[in-house]
Nanobody
């Protein structure tokens, strides 16, 4: 059974930085695509950043490009999201997700393509 546990969220001022971590257990982490989704209050859960199972491909939504960096450490079964130049619009619950299929050489971007989810970590950016 795959389990994902996020950490690193918190309250930060606009312009600040946070680093989210997602520790995975069970499953085949080293070949699975991983992603960070986020859900703002009253809105749907949306894709923010993803990395292929190979680690060679990454994808970001336009609103976070140049500010967020996703990376993975297969030795530690952990995926990270480095978030810089944070804006109030980045306020959301951030969820880690793992895809089981078709994600070694690709970055799935649709919520339904991910099979396992963490419980989320809250990020609040004050203005």
């Amino acid at each position: 059974q795959v389990q994902l546990k996020e950490s690193g969220g918190g309250l930060v001022q606009a312009g600040g930085s946070l680093r989210l971590s997602c520790a995975a257990s069970g499953g085949t982490f080293s070949t699975s695509g991983m992603a960070w989704f986020r859900q703002a209050p009253g809105k749907e859960r949306d894709f923010a950043a993803g990395i292929s199972g190979s680690g060679r491909l990454t994808y970001y939504v336009d609103s976070v490009k140049g500010r967020f960096t996703i990376s993975r450490d297969d030795a530690e079964n952990t995926v990270y999201l480095e978030m810089n130049s944070l804006k109030p619009d980045d306020t959301a619950i951030y969820y880690c997700a793992q895809a089981s299929h078709g994600s070694y050489r690709a970055v799935p971007r649709v919520l339904g393509e991910y099979d396992y989810w963490g419980q989320g970590t809250q990020v609040i950016v004050s203005s």
